[in-house]
């Protein structure tokens, strides 16, 4: 129980403490808001301060009272102590004016007025000119002037009149006047003769100052002198005898003090002083003499220098004349960018010495050089082989385009050329169009590339005569009367191709000419023996298994007999007059179907037998090397 007891009590004493605090709080904070209340209270006035009070409005009041007897007054009157053209005007009402000062100036206003002009004095009315006093205008300004108004109220003022002038009047009075003393300013130049600096002196310029002149007018309107003046104000030149002065010390004397040296690739050339004057051009812009680089002129002189110069370089190329090869040298292009030449001479222009100009930078090197294509070692044709052909527009245009693949390509030593790979496969993409060709089983069909066995003939007699290495190559399967028996050859994409090794220490470049009915395919380098020849056997071996076919089909391409047979060809090497060595090429020929094309319902031909092939049967061609 007594436990209990004294936690009660400790409870009690605790929950007391906050009580007497917040009592404590709330007291002061009352106090403090009476003391506030009591500062809102009103103060009491003594008579002091009520009769300063009274003593400030009744100063305000006066002041606003004579503010506005002031104001009326100036309304109804001109301010005293005002004077208007030499005559006394002020306290009186403005109508009084306009009367005392017309009838004042009667005799003044309409007379004429002598104006000095540079070539003499003139008379004009100053209606003519389109002058008027504005009088109303006048004494308004007065009465808005408050300055004025009580300045004029101590001391003697002299009111400016409002004259009026009509520009359109004053300028057509004037216009003879003005014609006379207008010019324009003339700058001063400077510019280059034979190489020599010429300059010419600058002059001022004039014109009419309207405003200056109004002022004149103004002034001199009514007063006794009654003379005015046209006033002339000068215009200076935008560019100076100063500026071309200073223009002419720091660049042109510099410019043309001596010629300037070109160094371009492997030339030095010199551009004369004259050249130099003729491109450089000085002209006024925004009040300054500025140079102007003639780029052109110094490209001209350029191409005159060096006759041969071209915008594009040239590579070294070979160029044949008869059976003879020569190398046309290779030439640097010279091509400038817009600005590189003026960067190029503005800072040898400024300098007496070292005038020297590099512009390696404009120089283009060719691809192919002389030294490269005369490296390649040819110097002379190794053979030529021609192989005409019945025109027709695909043969054309197929031999065309592989000659266009051919032409030009160089054979190094050891090197084995494909017949496929240069001249492509035959596509629309690559050029070829579709043609006769000899298909499966010796008889003709119709695909893309027909007629590129022509140019692999020339190109494969080519070859011989030139003494390189067969190392694939095969003749058509049946004879064509265009080829020579056993020296020609043919090509299938992809399995049939023409190889053969350039076998010699020195490199070929093939040449290849087609026309519109023939293709000569030439091979340079140099030569290894004297002369190449090419002795063909007698036909051998004859086989007259000739098949009669009959075709009804659309595609059908009609086709002549013709045997099969075998035959060599003995390639020979001479060298000093005699035969050093000698190779052989057997060559089968399979025999030519005799194929029919006919129409639905057209019955074939009676057949009548072939006459059976001799050995004189197939003619012997004439040697080519």
Not at 203 to 210: H, L, M, N, R, V
Not at 333 to 341: H, R
Not at 374 to 386: H, M, W
Not at 563 to 590: A, C, D, H
Request: hydrophobic letters at 35%; proline letters at 6%.
């Amino acid at each position: 129980m007594s436990d209990r007891g004294k936690t009660s009590a400790s409870k009690k004493t605790k929950s007391t403490n906050p009580k007497h605090k917040l009592k404590a709080t709330a007291q002061k904070e009352l106090n403090i808001l009476i003391q506030n209340l009591d500062l809102l209270k009103p103060v009491k006035k003594d008579w002091r301060y009520r009769i300063g009070e009274f003593l400030g409005q009744l100063i305000l009041t006066v002041f606003a009272i004579i503010l506005l007897g002031c104001y009326i007054w100036s309304i109804t009157v001109v301010p005293p102590n005002t004077t208007l053209l030499g005559y006394e005007i002020g306290g009186k009402l403005a109508p009084n004016v306009y009367q005392q000062i017309n009838v004042s100036i009667k005799d003044k206003i309409d007379n004429p007025i002598t104006i000095k002009t540079p070539q003499g004095n003139i008379l004009l009315t100053p209606e003519e000119i389109g002058m008027e006093l504005d009088l109303p205008g006048t004494i308004k300004s007065i009465r808005k002037n408050s300055l004025v108004f009580f300045r004029s109220s101590v001391i003697s003022t002299e009111i400016k009149p409002i004259i009026r002038i009509n520009d359109d009047s004053l300028i057509n009075a004037l216009n003879p006047v003005s014609k006379q003393n207008t010019k324009a300013p003339i700058i001063a130049t400077l510019d280059f003769q034979n190489g020599k600096v010429i300059t010419t002196e600058a002059e001022s310029g004039t014109k009419i100052d309207w405003e200056e002149t109004k002022k004149s007018l103004s002034r001199s309107w009514l007063n006794e002198t009654r003379t005015a003046e046209v006033v002339i104000s000068y215009i200076p030149p935008a560019v100076s005898n100063e500026d071309v002065n200073k223009v002419r010390t720091n660049l042109a004397d510099l410019a043309v003090a001596a010629p300037i040296t070109l160094k371009i690739g492997s030339r030095n050339i010199n551009i004369a002083p004259e050249v130099i004057g003729t491109a450089l051009n000085f002209v006024a812009n925004d009040g300054k003499l500025e140079s102007k680089f003639d780029e052109s002129v110094i490209i001209n002189e350029i191409s005159r220098l060096i006759p041969n110069i071209q915008p594009i370089a040239s590579d070294a190329k070979f160029d044949f004349i008869g059976e003879k090869i020569v190398i046309i040298p290779a030439q640097d292009g010279i091509s400038f960018k817009p600005g590189q030449l003026d960067a190029a001479f503005s800072p040898v222009f400024r300098q007496r010495e070292n005038r020297v100009v590099n512009l390696d930078s404009a120089v283009i090197k060719p691809v192919i050089t002389t030294e490269s294509l005369d490296a390649l070692g040819i110097k002379e044709q190794l053979s030529s082989f021609r192989q005409e052909f019945d025109y027709l527009p695909y043969r054309e245009k197929n031999v065309a385009k592989a000659a266009e693949y051919m032409d030009g390509k160089i054979l190094k030593p050891g090197e084995v050329y494909s017949m496929n790979e240069t001249i492509k496969q035959r596509t629309v993409q690559n050029g070829y169009v579709k043609g006769i060709f000899i298909g499966e089983g010796g008889r003709f069909a119709f695909g893309l590339g027909g007629g590129v066995s022509i140019i692999t003939a020339a190109t494969w007699g080519a070859a011989f005569y030139a003494g390189l290495e067969a190392i694939e190559q095969r003749a058509h399967s049946i004879l064509i009367s265009r080829y020579t028996p056993g020296l020609e050859a043919t090509v299938s994409w992809p399995r049939l191709d023409l190889k053969f090794r350039n076998n010699t220490n020195n490199n070929i470049l093939i040449k290849a000419i087609p026309t519109r009915d023939s293709i000569t395919i030439s091979m340079y380098g140099q030569k290894v023996y004297d002369r190449i020849t090419a002795s063909f056997g007698e036909p051998y071996s004859l086989n007259n298994n000739i098949d009669r076919v009959i075709s009804y089909d659309p595609n059908c391409l009609e086709q002549e007999p013709g045997p099969g047979f075998k035959i060599n060809v003995t390639r020979q090497f001479w060298q000093l007059g005699t035969i050093v060595e000698s190779e052989n090429f057997f060559t089968s020929y399979k025999p030519s179907d005799e194929i029919i094309c006919l129409k639905e319902g057209e019955v074939a031909p009676t057949q009548t037998p072939s006459p059976a092939p001799v050995t004189s049967g197939v003619p012997q061609p004439e040697p080519q090397s």
